[in-house]
């Protein structure tokens, strides 16, 4: 049996409108009730999933900024692996890439350059929120990720200009078709969830992990049963095609899944 479940969130154990549906939160409540541990691991900031996990009656640990930050239960930084600052600083500040929308997440907070209203859409719920200021100033410490937002194809040219330019120094990725993410080298959710899982004393062929975008490759790959949503990136279903595939995260299937594991008593 699993000893452990990890959700990603935007287009896995969120809604369409980037929300906790109802049923979601009473299975979860179940699990935790049963003690099975539920994890959360995402692109999103720190700041922005412990709104979820707070939601949620969760106290485990939280994997955030695509793995380069891992949260204890008692909301302590327990891992931090940031960009160098000089590939940070050279990443917000080249002119080449002023064709697409920069953001910084920091340990602390979330910079851009200009305001993106579409972007606050998605953190609705936790509030989290950019302050727009000049990236030039910025000394490149304490730098998590950089992501561009943009047109897709112009992303994939950006990504593969700094991949030729940085090569080990950085790892890149797609948490959406429309943002390509930018972490120091080595960092994947995949990675960072191997560390907690060696914390707990649990073995990865034990986790259950769910997961909808490029982001969620690495963690799928290594965990004992990894799942992939419908409505995920076909890259992602491409890349794993022996992986299940289950409904979409409009129908709420992760916890439709869940609940026919640990069905009600």
Not at 188 to 193: F, H, V, Y
Not at 208 to 231: H, P, S, Y
């Amino acid at each position: 049996m699993h000893k452990l479940v990890v959700c990603d969130l935007d287009g896995t154990l969120l809604n369409p409108a980037h929300r906790l549906g109802d049923y979601t939160r009473s299975v979860l409540a179940r699990l935790r009730a049963q003690d099975i541990g539920v994890m959360l691991a995402s692109g999103r900031h720190f700041q922005d999933i412990r709104a979820f996990s707070d939601q949620l009656g969760s106290h485990g640990y939280l994997i955030s900024s695509n793995g380069a930050a891992v949260h204890d239960s008692a909301a302590r930084l327990v891992y931090c692996d940031p960009l160098d600052p000089d590939c940070a600083i050279a990443l917000v500040t080249d002119p080449r890439f002023a064709d697409v929308h920069t953001n910084v997440y920091r340990t602390d907070d979330w910079l851009v350059a200009r305001p993106e209203p579409y972007l606050l859409g998605f953190h609705q719920n936790s509030g989290f929120r950019y302050r727009v200021v000049d990236l030039g100033l910025i000394d490149g410490t304490d730098v998590l990720k950089v992501f561009f937002y943009g047109e897709p194809q112009r992303l994939r040219e950006i990504e593969r200009e700094v991949r030729a330019r940085f090569g080990d120094r950085i790892a890149t990725t797609f948490s959406l078709p429309v943002t390509l993410e930018i972490m120091a080298g080595g960092v994947s959710k995949g990675a960072a969830l191997r560390r907690v899982a060696t914390r707990l004393g649990i073995a990865l062929g034990e986790v259950l992990a769910f997961g909808d975008g490029m982001n969620d490759l690495e963690m799928l790959a290594r965990v004992g049963t990894g799942i992939i949503m419908e409505n995920a990136d076909p890259r992602l279903t491409q890349a794993l095609p022996a992986l299940q595939v289950i409904g979409s995260n409009a129908d709420e299937s992760v916890a439709r899944y869940l609940e026919l594991l640990w069905p009600p008593a």
